[in-house]
């Protein structure tokens, strides 16, 4: 009876310790950028982010008025109101450029996400 409890305990700790080192894995498995809006355009313009990683694009929108940020390729927007900072994740992205653009500002707000 001792035995099954101690293999018991011993599948326990071994499960906890599995799923901590998975939870502590997928926390580096995203990579964060920000990104500006400032006067109708983006700030940086070029985003570089490693091919294979989840990406976490914080994108902040200092004004003046408001901005929809979109990668058009990636089907992702995110409409900001001037003062707004959102979070926009990404999955993982092959080797490539993704242009951006801000729809409010399209000939001034343009940029690349770059993977490698």
């Known amino acids: 009876m001792a035995a099954k409890f101690a293999k018991a305990r011993a599948?326990?700790?071994a499960l906890?310790?599995?799923t901590g080192a998975a939870a502590?894995?997928?926390g580096q498995d995203v990579v964060e950028r920000e990104l500006?809006?400032?006067?109708?355009r983006f700030q940086p313009e070029l985003i570089?982010?490693?091919a294979g990683r989840r990406i976490r694009l914080v994108v902040r929108n200092e004004g003046p008025g408001p901005e929809e940020f979109e990668i058009p390729d990636l089907r992702k927007e995110v409409v900001l109101n001037q003062g707004t900072t959102r979070r926009a994740v990404l999955a993982p992205?092959?080797?490539?450029e993704?242009?951006?653009l801000?729809?409010?500002h399209p000939d001034t707000a343009r940029g690349r996400l770059v993977a490698r």
């Open 11 to 13: 599948l326990a700790a």
């Open 16 to 18: 906890m310790l599995a």
């Open 24 to 26: 502590a894995d997928a």
């Open 36 to 40: 500006v809006i400032r006067d109708g």
């Open 48 to 50: 570089e982010v490693p």
């Open 93 to 96: 992205l092959r080797p490539g």
């Open 98 to 100: 993704y242009p951006f």
């Open 102 to 104: 801000g729809e409010f």
